[in-house]
């Protein structure tokens, strides 16, 4: 089976803080995702990765940046929280030409 | 740009009656199409997949869902609700390198 483990389920941090997101997955899975997941919005793309050092922006990038170091492991930074990035953040992987992605639990992010 | 609409945002049904979760995409083009299923405090799970050859797709649980070409939907199906169906739906369609989801639709089963 697939796994894909977020490093939080819940995380409090304050405005300004720099926050940092874990995501892991154990297939060896080339293609990685961030989402944010909001109310009456559906997921919508942060950024994605293809590759390890690789990052291409989604639909709604400002206020974030990612980083792939090793190719199991994709990080989502913000690098100044704000209170409207409060949100339930959701990982994904998938193979390579493969359309089904996994995700993991996700992280409950609250920004005060 | 593809886009996704979820038709419905909360479908109450008792439990043991049918339901159809409604999807439309934007695109005529080729597009494989995805259900997945967000149960309480929990990640995505995929449901189905239309990705070529029959319209009828089956998935887990008892659903099914029908790729309608010229009506652009992908609607969602099971024909008796069990409480454990209680979750949100969303429905996602491929655009280049990445999915496009819908904004989702809140199941509740009643008993």
């Known amino acids: 089976d697939v796994k894909v483990t977020q490093s939080s389920r819940y995380l409090v941090k304050r405005t300004g803080e720099k926050v940092f997101l874990e995501c892991v997955q154990d297939?060896?899975?080339?293609?990685m995702f961030w989402y944010r997941q909001d109310p009456g919005l559906g997921l919508r793309l942060i950024y994605f990765?293809?590759?390890?050092?690789?990052?291409e922006k989604g639909d709604i990038p400002e206020g974030y940046s990612v980083s792939r170091e090793k190719k199991e492991r994709f990080s989502l930074i913000l690098e100044s929280a704000s209170t409207n990035q409060t949100s339930m953040y959701l990982c994904?992987?998938?193979?390579?030409?493969?359309?089904?992605?996994?995700f993991g639990p996700g992280t409950r992010l609250l920004v005060l | 740009a593809q886009s996704v609409t979820q038709l419905d945002s909360q479908v109450p049904v008792f439990e043991e009656a049918p339901v159809e979760l409604r999807c439309n995409y934007s695109?005529?083009?080729?597009?494989?199409l995805f259900w997945y299923v967000q149960y309480p405090n929990q990640g995505l799970q995929l449901l189905l997949k239309?990705?070529?050859?029959?319209?009828l797709v089956k998935g887990i649980n008892g659903f099914e869902a029908e790729f309608n070409k010229s009506q652009t939907s992908f609607h969602l199906r099971k024909p008796s609700v069990h409480i454990s169906d209680t979750a949100e739906y969303f429905c996602?369609?491929?655009?280049?390198?990445?999915?496009?989801f819908g904004q989702g639709t809140r199941l509740t089963i009643n008993p």
């Open positions: 994904a992987s998938s193979l390579a030409g493969v359309w089904t992605q996994y």
């Open positions: 297939m060896d899975h080339e293609n």
């Open positions: 990765s293809y590759d390890v050092k690789m990052k």
């Open positions: 695109s005529s083009v080729s597009v494989y």
């Open positions: 239309y990705l070529s050859g029959s319209t």
């Open positions: 996602a369609v491929s655009d280049r390198q990445k999915l496009v």
